[in-house]
């Protein structure tokens, strides 16, 4: 199930909007009061969501706040109320006018929505009336709009850094430094190896680790 809808507004229609969600778009279905509501293309947004089923299709409503979408739910139970009509009510009087209409008994309030003639007006205030008092004591918690947030692009990977080579003493040093180790770790004395070692690296300045290692042990050998 599909709760909540957050992200980019990436297209509007006359009755529903595409919501990019981090390069998914799915498109929901408003009410005309909440489709006032939404900012323009290219904001972020976010909406609470019930997702109809049917055989044939998959469509997905809209709410700014959960307080709507319990009223939806509840107008649907309704028979002979269907998503849209239960989406045209909500668009005439919004979740509050829906409350207030029950609990007065106001079915011409309710016939205002397009679409829902007089009978299906009544129908609405006799089968819900005792069922709102549950919704309405749920207003303060469930009035909240829900919470939109800046959709962020992932940034695009930077170009690896080129390694950078470190300056010439540095890396004689590192050299000198390798070779004197692996020749200790033979068995040889700090002093031989020590002294093996500069001999060559002074002798051929530009040589490499592997390169001091084999002269120092041809010096190394006869001792």
Known sequence: M????????DWKGLDSVLIDCR???YIVH???????ALP???EACALYTDLLVREDLLQLFGFPTMLEKEWHKLLMTVQGVGAKASMAILG??????VARAITLGDARAVQAAPGVGPKLAQRVILELKSKAPSVMAQGVRLSAK???FEVIEPAAPAAPARPQKPP?????AAYTADALSALLNLGYTQGDAAQAV???AREDPEADTATLIRAALKLLAPR
Not at 30 to 36: F, G, I, S
Not at 168 to 172: C, F, S, V
Request: hydrophobic share 45%.
């Open 92 to 97: 005439a009087l919004g979740a509050e006018g």
């Open 23 to 25: 390069g998914v778009g």
């Open 168 to 172: 010439e003493g540095a890396r004689r």
């Open 146 to 148: 829900a919470e939109a």
């Open 2 to 9: 599909i709760g909540k809808i957050a992200g980019r507004v």
């Open 30 to 36: 408003v009410n005309d009061r909440t489709m006032a």
């Open 198 to 200: 500069a001999t060559v």
């Open 40 to 42: 323009p293309v290219g």
